[in-house]
């Protein structure tokens, strides 16, 4: 005989809480290693922003501009209005951490100013991506809701791998900024050869967040592939 408990109990669901314990595992992996790498002071004594700005104008890119912003660890590259906003803990910041962090930010810069395919491809993307995010789950409700309307879950269930594709855009976009960034910090002369890995460590944890984005997003793709994508409507 079932067990009252597991007969409410959705199996799927364990793919959602697989994704979620590797989403907090990564950000937790990364807060720690910043925090690590943060009490480390470079010997050259420059700031993020000094680092930001340097890169930039040895890059030959004179058309971004640097501005600090609120918070910590919310460093982005906006290729729109060219602007490169480091968060208050990394423009004031002389840790080897800040100055990985800024030069990974410089790194998308550089991306942008190439013409670099993967993040031009993801720009591309991102307003479907976005509409993809926003309608899918509603699509599969009404589709649920209207008797399984398989033409209306199919249609959620794509639009929501709209979600899955950004995310895979973005590893090698988010991957080559790093490595943009060491190789400048390294051949610039802004690190010493110790401090060098202490960056890398730092910057693949920062990685790995969004391979856990992408890992959670695909987990929560084949929920709803395992739920609603072998049904057939049979009215």
């Given at each position: 005989?079932?067990s009252?408990?597991?007969?409410?109990?959705?199996?799927?669901y364990i793919?959602?809480i697989?994704?979620?314990?590797?989403?907090m595992?990564a950000?937790?992996?990364?807060?720690?290693?910043?925090?690590?790498?943060?009490?480390y002071?470079?010997?050259?004594?420059?700031t993020?922003?000094v680092t930001?700005?340097?890169?930039?104008?040895?890059?030959?890119?004179?058309?971004v501009s640097?501005h600090?912003?609120?918070?910590?660890?919310?460093?982005?590259?906006?290729?729109?209005?060219?602007?490169?906003?480091?968060?208050?803990?990394?423009?004031?910041?002389?840790?080897?951490?800040?100055?990985?962090?800024?030069?990974h930010?410089?790194?998308?810069?550089?991306?942008?100013?190439q013409?670099?395919?993967?993040?031009?491809?993801?720009?591309?993307?991102?307003?479907i991506a976005?509409?993809g995010?926003?309608?899918?789950?509603?699509?599969?409700l009404?589709?649920?809701?209207?008797g399984?309307?398989?033409t209306?879950?199919?249609?959620g269930?794509?639009?929501?791998?709209?979600?899955?594709?950004?995310?895979?855009?973005?590893?090698?976009?988010?991957?080559?900024?790093?490595?943009?960034?060491l190789?400048i910090?390294?051949?610039?002369?802004l690190?010493?050869?110790?401090?060098?890995?202490?960056?890398?460590?730092?910057?693949?944890a920062?990685?790995?967040?969004y391979?856990?984005?992408?890992?959670?997003?695909?987990?929560q793709?084949?929920?709803?592939?395992?739920?609603f994508?072998g049904?057939?409507d049979d009215?």
């Open positions: 005989m079932t009252p408990i597991f007969a409410f109990f959705d199996p799927t793919l959602v697989a994704g979620l314990l590797l989403s595992a950000s937790g992996y990364v807060n720690s290693t910043y925090a690590k790498y943060d009490r002071r470079a010997q050259s004594g420059i993020g922003t930001a700005q340097y890169i930039l104008q040895q890059s030959g890119i004179s058309n640097v600090p912003i609120a918070g910590q660890l919310t460093d982005n590259y906006n290729g729109g209005n060219k602007t490169l906003n480091l968060s208050e803990s990394t423009a004031n910041s002389s840790s080897v951490a800040a100055i990985g962090v800024a030069a930010e410089c790194g998308h810069a550089v991306q942008d100013a013409n670099y395919f993967p993040m031009r491809l993801r720009t591309a993307i991102v307003p976005n509409i995010s926003t309608v899918s789950f509603p699509l599969i009404i589709g649920v809701l209207m399984m309307n398989q209306l879950i199919h249609i269930i794509l639009l929501f791998s709209l979600a899955l594709l950004f995310q895979l855009v973005t590893l090698p976009v988010e991957f080559n900024a790093s490595h943009r960034a190789r910090l390294s051949d610039g002369g690190l010493t050869a110790d401090e060098v890995p202490m960056v890398r460590r730092v910057l693949t920062a990685a790995l967040t391979v856990a984005a992408a890992l959670a997003t695909f987990l793709l084949l929920r709803l592939i395992i739920l994508g049904n057939r009215n």
